[in-house]
């Protein structure tokens, strides 16, 4: 989820230029976003990311049953397609960092990947021990994670380009009737453009265009003048000297309704003065760290 350095120089280096083109062209200031049924209740809230990969094996079904029954508010988790076009919870796209098999994810059909062990190299001391091994932790399928938490709120990453995910996304989550329970995010404008188009009652997250295109008004104090598809904003504090979170960004964003979540906060003093802000949620790898916290 983070931008790369190329990225961060071609911000740093454009945006007075397009701060002055977006003054002359940008039009007048837009309505406020309806509220979204994924966001009732109360704030921050508590993100556990990819399930709490601090804790347990990244994107698993062990993660996300021990995230919940600690109390988190949200699962986050990644999305990729088998060869065969089934929907797997897995963040790279070879299965090299995280089980026990070689190979991209989309060479691989479903029953291969299956049979690969996802707690295989999790670690927890720099490899010393590897508690998860042979444990019986799979790479699940996005229905199997619906099948078994029916009731948790999901933020769902499209991970890759293109469109091809987005109608079986669609339809799986109007299989399990989840619209209310997930939002939807991706790095490709390409991939969550297709995605609302075919689910439009489901949240999304802005992409990483849609965020630049958000901020540099906002820095040059015309928010509120362009408002991406999207009900939430998920940022980094800041991108390497660049900040991201100002005041001025928080403000254009609530003026709007779009929801401001940060991620991945993994100190509790760095939870602490986020909260305080106030942020509308924190992502982070050890949602044992933020949950006991004030204000959570």
């Excluded at 928010?223 to 005041?247: D, F, N």
């Excluded at 106030?278 to 982070?284: A, E, F, I, K, W």
Aim: hydrophobic residues 45%; glycine residues 8%; contains cysteine.
């Amino acid at each position: 989820m983070g931008m790369s350095r190329r990225s961060i120089a071609l911000l740093a280096l454009s945006a007075l230029a397009m701060a002055v083109v977006i003054a002359a062209c940008i039009g007048p200031a837009i309505e406020p976003l309806p509220p979204h049924p994924f966001w009732s209740g109360p704030t921050p809230r508590a993100i556990a990311h990819r399930g709490g990969r601090g804790l347990w094996p990244e994107n698993t079904l062990h993660a996300f049953r021990s995230a919940t029954a600690l109390g988190v508010d949200v699962l986050e988790m990644d999305l990729r397609q088998t060869a065969d076009g089934e929907i797997v919870v897995l963040h790279d796209d070879t299965v090299d960092r995280t089980t026990d098999g070689t190979g991209p994810v989309a060479s691989l059909g479903l029953a291969a990947l299956q049979r690969l062990d996802a707690g295989y190299r999790w670690t927890a001391d720099g490899g010393l021990t590897h508690p998860y091994r042979n444990q019986g932790i799979g790479v699940p399928t996005l229905r199997q994670v619906f099948a078994a938490l029916p009731q948790a709120r999901m933020n769902l990453e499209i991970k890759g380009r293109g469109p091809a995910m987005a109608v079986p996304l669609c339809a799986l989550i109007r299989e399990h009737a989840m619209q209310a329970r997930v939002a939807v995010v991706a790095v490709d404008q390409d991939a969550i453009d297709a995605f609302r188009l075919a689910c439009p009652q489901v949240a999304t997250g802005a992409t990483r265009n849609e965020v630049v295109r958000f901020a540099l008004p906002s820095a040059a104090f015309l928010g509120g003048r362009y408002a991406p598809r999207a009900q939430v904003l998920q940022v980094p504090e800041r991108v390497g000297w660049i900040p991201v979170l100002t005041e001025r960004f928080l403000h254009d964003a609530r003026r709007l309704n779009i929801k401001v979540e940060v991620w991945t906060v993994n100190e509790p003093s760095d939870m602490r003065r986020l909260i305080a802000l106030p942020v509308d949620g924190l992502m982070t790898d050890y949602p044992d760290r933020l949950l006991p916290l004030p204000s959570r």
